[in-house]
C-alpha cells in the first residue's frame, strides 16, 4: 500500500497566525475529495488548488504545499497540521467511499479583489498595504480571512457540473456573480444551484427505482454484471471494448450478451438497446 500525504515545515512556519507547509506527494487528485466532505470548500484549476474550512481553520491546499490560519503559536500550528494530515491520509485511503464533486471557482483578479477590501492600509493582516494584500492573495499566498475587513466573497465565476448519481455528467451551470452587488445575491444564486442539484438527485434516484422494478419484472431478473454489460451496449461499445472495460474475455461477453437477449426475449442489440433506454438503463 502507498504512503499518503506527509507535511513538513515550510523554511519556516511563516508569519504570525499563519502556517505555510510543504506536502510529501502532490495531491491534486485529492481536490474533488475533499471538496466533497469539507465546509465551505471552493476548487480552482490553472492553477489548481483548493481553499476550505477544517477544525475552523481556513486551508488553501496547492497540489504539493498549503497554507492555514489562524493559529495562536507555532505549537497550535503543528498540532493543526498533525490532525490536517490525519485528515487527507483518511482521504486518501477512503476515496472509494467518497462521491468525488468536481465544482470549480475561478479565480478572481487583484482589481476585483482591490474592490472588496476598504483600501485603508491598517496592517491587520500584516501587509503593509491592501494592495500587496490584493496582489498576494490573488496569488493564493494568503487567505481571505487575514483581513478582518473584506466584505464579500472574492470568486466571480462558479462553475457547477451537474452529475447523476454514478458520476455521469449530466449539465454544466455557470454562475455569473456580481461582486459590487449585496452577498444576498450570492446567497440566493448559491441556493437556486443547490435546488437544482437536489432534483437531479431526486430525479436520478427516480430512475433507478424505475429500472429496478422493470428488472424485477422480467422473468428472469438481469444480473448486475449483465446489466453492466448491456448499459455499454446501448451506449455503442463493442464486444472487445466490453471485454476491456470490465475485464473479461470477449467470449464472456458474448455468453452475457446471449443472456440478455433470452431474458428480455430480444434477438439484436438494436433491439436490446431500445428496451434498455425505454427502461431507463442508459
Ligand atoms: S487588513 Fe484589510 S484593510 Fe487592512 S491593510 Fe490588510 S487588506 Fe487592507
Given at each position: 500500500?502507498g504512503?499518503?500525504?506527509?507535511?513538513?515545515p515550510?523554511?519556516?512556519?511563516?508569519?504570525?497566525?499563519?502556517a505555510?507547509f510543504?506536502?510529501?506527494?502532490?495531491i491534486e487528485?485529492?481536490?474533488?475529495?475533499?471538496?466533497?466532505v469539507?465546509?465551505?470548500?471552493?476548487?480552482f484549476?490553472?492553477?489548481p488548488?483548493?481553499r476550505?474550512?477544517?477544525?475552523?481553520?481556513?486551508c488553501?491546499?496547492?497540489?504539493d504545499?498549503?497554507?492555514?490560519?489562524?493559529?495562536?503559536?507555532?505549537?497550535?500550528?503543528?498540532d493543526?497540521?498533525?490532525?490536517?494530515?490525519?485528515?487527507?491520509?483518511?482521504?486518501?485511503y477512503?476515496?472509494?467511499?467518497?462521491?468525488?464533486?468536481?465544482?470549480?471557482?475561478?479565480?478572481?483578479?487583484?482589481?476585483?479583489?482591490?474592490?472588496?477590501?476598504?483600501?485603508?492600509?491598517?496592517?491587520d493582516?500584516?501587509?503593509?498595504?491592501?494592495?500587496?494584500f490584493?496582489?498576494?492573495?490573488g496569488?493564493?499566498?494568503?487567505?481571505?480571512?487575514?483581513?478582518?475587513?473584506?466584505?464579500?466573497?472574492?470568486?466571480?465565476?462558479?462553475v457547477f457540473?451537474?452529475?447523476d448519481?454514478?458520476?455521469?455528467?449530466?449539465?454544466?451551470?455557470?454562475?455569473?456573480?456580481?461582486?459590487?452587488?449585496?452577498?444576498?445575491?450570492?446567497?440566493?444564486?448559491?441556493?437556486?444551484?443547490?435546488?437544482?442539484?437536489?432534483?437531479?438527485?431526486?430525479?436520478?434516484?427516480m430512475?433507478?427505482?424505475?429500472?429496478?422494478?422493470?428488472?424485477?419484472?422480467l422473468?428472469?431478473?438481469?444480473s448486475?454484471?449483465?446489466i453492466?454489460?448491456?448499459?455499454?451496449l446501448?451506449?455503442?461499445?463493442?464486444?472487445?471494448?466490453?471485454?476491456?472495460?470490465?475485464?473479461?474475455?470477449?467470449?464472456t461477453?458474448?455468453?452475457?450478451?446471449?443472456?440478455?437477449?433470452?431474458?428480455?426475449?430480444?434477438?439484436?442489440?438494436?433491439?436490446?438497446?431500445?428496451?434498455?433506454?425505454?427502461?431507463?438503463?442508459?
Amino acid at each position: 500500500m502507498g504512503r499518503g500525504p506527509a507535511t513538513r515545515p515550510a523554511d519556516t512556519l511563516t508569519a504570525c497566525m499563519m502556517a505555510g507547509f510543504d506536502l510529501s506527494m502532490n495531491i491534486e487528485s485529492l481536490f474533488p475529495y475533499i471538496n466533497a466532505v469539507t465546509k465551505k470548500a471552493e476548487m480552482f484549476e490553472n492553477p489548481p488548488y483548493i481553499r476550505f474550512e477544517f477544525d475552523h481553520t481556513l486551508c488553501v491546499l496547492h497540489p504539493d504545499k498549503g497554507f492555514a490560519s489562524p493559529f495562536d503559536d507555532n505549537v497550535d500550528a503543528r498540532d493543526f497540521m498533525m490532525r490536517l494530515m490525519a485528515f487527507l491520509n483518511d482521504i486518501y485511503y477512503g476515496k472509494e467511499r467518497i462521491t468525488p464533486k468536481y465544482k470549480l471557482f475561478s479565480q478572481a483578479d487583484i482589481t476585483l479583489i482591490l474592490k472588496l477590501l476598504p483600501r485603508t492600509n491598517c496592517n491587520d493582516c500584516g501587509f503593509t498595504t491592501c494592495m500587496a494584500f490584493a496582489a498576494m492573495l490573488g496569488r493564493q499566498q494568503t487567505i481571505p480571512a487575514r483581513c478582518p475587513h473584506i466584505s464579500r466573497p472574492v470568486q466571480e465565476k462558479a462553475v457547477f457540473p451537474i452529475m447523476d448519481k454514478d458520476g455521469k455528467l449530466l449539465s454544466t451551470l455557470t454562475l455569473n456573480v456580481d461582486n459590487t452587488k449585496n452577498i444576498n445575491d450570492l446567497d440566493s444564486a448559491r441556493q437556486y444551484i443547490e435546488t437544482l442539484q437536489n432534483k437531479i438527485e431526486q430525479l436520478s434516484g427516480m430512475k433507478k427505482d424505475l429500472r429496478d422494478e422493470a428488472n424485477r419484472q422480467l422473468q428472469t431478473p438481469l444480473s448486475q454484471r449483465e446489466i453492466d454489460v448491456l448499459q455499454m451496449l446501448a451506449l455503442g461499445s463493442t464486444n472487445a471494448e466490453i471485454g476491456l472495460l470490465l475485464y473479461i474475455s470477449p467470449h464472456t461477453v458474448k455468453s452475457h450478451i446471449n443472456h440478455i437477449f433470452n431474458k428480455l426475449g430480444v434477438n439484436s442489440r438494436t433491439q436490446a438497446s431500445v428496451w434498455a433506454t425505454q427502461h431507463h438503463f442508459v
